[in-house]
């Protein structure tokens, strides 16, 4: 982004990509012992898997809904629905926690700490001009196709000669932030590319809190991931968008 409201116009556009339609639904589901971060994973995950299946749906039955006004109808109704979840959860009589300072505390040095590696990733990205090696043109092609057709395409005319036959998570979630970030697919793609990436950090985090039930180990797993380890930060020279989505549900299902 050129200036710094580009960027907070992103980050909003992101949110309502990847966490707003998990969140509503788990709005409505009974609570568990899963801290923040836990939920804020599984609300990226079910964002993911809604809007692909959604997609699906709608090609099945012939609807055309990846266009900028339908979208924010549907924010809209995410919203209302997320809130009303929320309010209807809130308990009757509310107990302050007696530790709450320090564990609002530590949410906000774990978010701190996301936004740091979602940094780091664009960082790690910014000699690039367009997206790396082969697999970005046809990630890009996919992403175009979609904002063109309105929705999941049945071939690739009018560029290619073929049907479309190829996983389309990623692609559809991109077209999305497209319409509401008003970005190309090829400038979504390096953006948002590099939140997903940053992303798999937080999915193993809950599969190791999950695992160890410790927070420690599975923190300490996250930062190896997103700030050490050679992989996936290395899937950005290889434009490995569909992969990185899998890396991040994969976690999340096991």
């Known amino acids: 982004p050129a200036t710094p409201v580009d960027a907070a116009w992103y980050i909003l556009a992101a949110l309502i990509v990847l966490v707003l339609p998990g969140a509503a639904w788990l709005a409505w589901v009974r609570g568990s012992r899963a801290d923040p971060f836990e939920r804020l994973g599984d609300a990226v995950g079910l964002s993911i898997a809604l809007i692909a299946l959604f997609g699906l749906a709608a090609f099945l039955t012939g609807v055309r809904w990846v266009n900028e006004a339908f979208l924010n109808w549907a924010a809209l109704g995410l919203l209302l629905v997320l809130v009303v979840g929320l309010l209807l959860r809130l308990p009757a009589r509310y107990a ?68 479309f036959g190829y996983h389309y998570g990623f692609h559809l979630i991109a077209a999305l932030f497209s319409i509401w970030a008003r970005s190309q697919p090829v ?68």
Do not use: C
């Open 187 to 254: 400038e979504t793609l390096l953006w948002f590319g590099q939140v997903i990436n940053a992303l798999v950090a937080l999915s193993i985090y809950r599969l190791g809190k999950t695992l160890w039930d410790d927070a420690r180990p599975a923190a300490l797993a996250a930062l190896l991931v997103g700030f050490a380890f050679h992989m996936p930060a290395y899937y950005l020279t290889w434009g490995r968008y569909t992969l990185l989505t899998g890396l991040v549900l994969l976690p999340l299902a096991m």
């Open 96 to 163: 302050p926690h007696p530790r709450r300072w320090l564990r609002l505390g530590v949410v906000l040095l774990g978010l701190l700490v996301l936004v740091g590696l979602a940094l780091w990733r664009l960082y790690q990205a910014r000699s690039l001009a367009l997206p790396a090696w082969v697999d970005s043109v046809h990630h890009t092609l996919v992403v175009r196709l979609i904002l063109e057709n309105g929705g999941l395409p049945a071939t690739l005319e009018p560029y290619i000669q073929a049907e």
